[in-house]
């Protein structure tokens, strides 16, 4: 099996810090407010038994944060792993925060996660370990209050457990705590291609910026669940050839383009890409995949996969962030210098928490939206917001984060300050 990339060689809640203090200093934030946007408001930490299959107790360890409620209920996924601690949950909140201002959606920034293997669990553990954290973190969760949405190693199903364990408590049903749910208890048409297709608009925007004949682009997407085998098929069917794709069994590249659709299929029934077999496919690491000669390049795995050990080897014109936090900040330096064009993950895959807002609102209304209707309003914000984006970058000579940045800590500062401080 391929080795990953420096897998959490660096600590993402440094990072994001870094990130938001670059931020912080353009727009001059006084000490008081950089204390109180640096850090998260809340975090809960719960260690909880559940009884496995062979009848022995496992406890757990899961996390629920919450870095800021002041635009509004806070919104963010709940992660699976093993790699789960908490300074990845901190940050994953705090861009959370970010993002939701970002394409201005009525949300503060939230996440969590339980430190586990979900391929390791039965269907059965995988359902009481699921049940038994929503009950945990049901002290923060609601529809008023904290909506959770899938993450790595989460999916619909696992969304629907949460949905039904709250509702069980309240005594009725409650559609509205959770996002990504399947279609048939409440779920949004669009919303499981979702993030993939704000990275797939993102990504054509970016081309269009910079003169690059999407039909003629070669793309290359790392991580092929939710977030990365969407980008690659939508990003195929605008046109552009996905030469090659990884997961966590390593890379598999064809120069004169893989067949996505089958891909999709072989991934989705045997849970991965792994004896993956079609004519001309040639084998690579995660790590080689990232140095392939391409123009797009979509990391849409984990975070730290591009870092100041392989910026200058990265190949790509232009690099769409599907995943949360995958280029480091000494990455970035670099990759700026060398001109490759780079969407932040705030911008990039906004689509996703994007569309779960619109499932959040059918679900409080109980009035259910088209799939084109989802689609159109999904892209227009995703083109307002590249395009809000882009103009920051260009008149401030900035790079798309920190422009992205400056828009989202501004608009959550903003609100602070009109709020006050209570008492
Ligand atoms: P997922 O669990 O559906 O897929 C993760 C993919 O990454 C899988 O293909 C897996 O094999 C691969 N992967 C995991 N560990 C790996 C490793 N060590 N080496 C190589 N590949 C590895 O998760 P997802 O929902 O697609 O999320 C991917 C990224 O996108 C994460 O950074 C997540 O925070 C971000 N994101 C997700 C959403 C969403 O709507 N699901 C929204 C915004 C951002």
């Given at each position: 099996m391929a080795t990953f990339v420096?897998?959490?060689?660096?600590n993402p809640f440094e990072i994001a810090q870094q990130q938001f203090d670059i931020a912080a200093d353009i727009l001059n934030l006084d000490h008081g407010m950089r204390q109180i946007l640096r850090v998260p408001q809340r975090e809960l930490t719960v260690r909880f038994p559940v009884t496995m299959d062979d009848g022995s107790v496992r406890v757990f360890t899961g996390y629920r944060v919450h870095h800021n409620i002041t635009r509004g209920p806070a919104k963010g996924g709940i992660r699976y792993h093993p790699a789960v601690d908490i300074d990845e949950v901190r940050a994953l909140a705090m861009w959370m925060s970010w993002k939701c201002a970002l394409v201005n959606i009525p949300y503060g920034g939230a996440k969590g996660g339980i430190v586990v293997d979900p391929k390791q669990l039965s269907t059965h553990e995988l359902e009481h370990m699921t049940r038994r954290f929503a009950s945990e973190i049901s002290l923060l969760i609601g529809p008023e209050k904290d909506i959770p949405a899938p993450d790595v190693g989460t999916n619909a199903q696992i969304m629907a457990w949460i949905m039904d364990t709250i509702s069980m408590h309240r005594g009725y049903t409650v559609p509205?705590?959770?996002?990504?749910?399947?279609i048939d208890v409440f779920g949004s048409l669009g919303r499981t291609d979702a993030t993939g297709r704000g990275v797939s608009i993102t990504a054509r925007e970016a081309a269009k910026h910079l003169g690059i004949s999407f039909a003629d682009a070669r793309a290359v997407v790392q991580g092929f669940g939710n977030v990365g085998s969407a980008s690659a098929a939508l990003i195929q069917k605008m046109g552009a050839k996905i030469v090659a794709v990884s997961d966590v069994s390593g890379g598999y590249y064809n120069p004169q383009g893989l067949d996505v659709p089958t891909m999709m299929r072989y991934a989705a029934q045997n849970r991965s890409l792994e004896g993956y077999k079609e004519p001309g496919l040639e084998h690579v690491t995660n790590g080689e995949l990232l140095e392939l000669e391409c123009e797009i390049l979509v990391p849409a795995a984990l975070e730290n996969q591009i870092t100041g050990a392989n910026a200058d080897r990265i190949k790509a014109r232009i690099i769409v962030e599907g995943?949360?936090?995958?280029?480091?900040p000494s990455a970035d330096e670099i990759l700026y210098d060398r001109g490759v064009f780079i969407v932040p993950d705030i911008l990039a895959n906004a689509g996703g928490v994007t569309v779960s807002y619109f499932e959040w609102v059918q679900g409080l209304q109980e009035f259910f939206w088209s799939e084109e209707e989802i689609n159109e309003r999904l892209e227009r914000i995703m083109i307002r917001s590249f395009s809000s984006v882009l103009e920051i970058a260009l008149r401030d000579r900035v790079p798309l984060r920190t422009a992205a940045y400056v828009v989202a800590v501004k608009r959550v500062a903003d609100a602070t300050l009109i709020r006050g401080i209570y008492p």
């Amino acid at each position: 099996m391929a080795t990953f990339v420096e897998e959490k060689a660096e600590n993402p809640f440094e990072i994001a810090q870094q990130q938001f203090d670059i931020a912080a200093d353009i727009l001059n934030l006084d000490h008081g407010m950089r204390q109180i946007l640096r850090v998260p408001q809340r975090e809960l930490t719960v260690r909880f038994p559940v009884t496995m299959d062979d009848g022995s107790v496992r406890v757990f360890t899961g996390y629920r944060v919450h870095h800021n409620i002041t635009r509004g209920p806070a919104k963010g996924g709940i992660r699976y792993h093993p790699a789960v601690d908490i300074d990845e949950v901190r940050a994953l909140a705090m861009w959370m925060s970010w993002k939701c201002a970002l394409v201005n959606i009525p949300y503060g920034g939230a996440k969590g996660g339980i430190v586990v293997d979900p391929k390791q669990l039965s269907t059965h553990e995988l359902e009481h370990m699921t049940r038994r954290f929503a009950s945990e973190i049901s002290l923060l969760i609601g529809p008023e209050k904290d909506i959770p949405a899938p993450d790595v190693g989460t999916n619909a199903q696992i969304m629907a457990w949460i949905m039904d364990t709250i509702s069980m408590h309240r005594g009725y049903t409650v559609p509205a705590v959770v996002t990504g749910k399947p279609i048939d208890v409440f779920g949004s048409l669009g919303r499981t291609d979702a993030t993939g297709r704000g990275v797939s608009i993102t990504a054509r925007e970016a081309a269009k910026h910079l003169g690059i004949s999407f039909a003629d682009a070669r793309a290359v997407v790392q991580g092929f669940g939710n977030v990365g085998s969407a980008s690659a098929a939508l990003i195929q069917k605008m046109g552009a050839k996905i030469v090659a794709v990884s997961d966590v069994s390593g890379g598999y590249y064809n120069p004169q383009g893989l067949d996505v659709p089958t891909m999709m299929r072989y991934a989705a029934q045997n849970r991965s890409l792994e004896g993956y077999k079609e004519p001309g496919l040639e084998h690579v690491t995660n790590g080689e995949l990232l140095e392939l000669e391409c123009e797009i390049l979509v990391p849409a795995a984990l975070e730290n996969q591009i870092t100041g050990a392989n910026a200058d080897r990265i190949k790509a014109r232009i690099i769409v962030e599907g995943a949360n936090g995958p280029t480091t900040p000494s990455a970035d330096e670099i990759l700026y210098d060398r001109g490759v064009f780079i969407v932040p993950d705030i911008l990039a895959n906004a689509g996703g928490v994007t569309v779960s807002y619109f499932e959040w609102v059918q679900g409080l209304q109980e009035f259910f939206w088209s799939e084109e209707e989802i689609n159109e309003r999904l892209e227009r914000i995703m083109i307002r917001s590249f395009s809000s984006v882009l103009e920051i970058a260009l008149r401030d000579r900035v790079p798309l984060r920190t422009a992205a940045y400056v828009v989202a800590v501004k608009r959550v500062a903003d609100a602070t300050l009109i709020r006050g401080i209570y008492p």
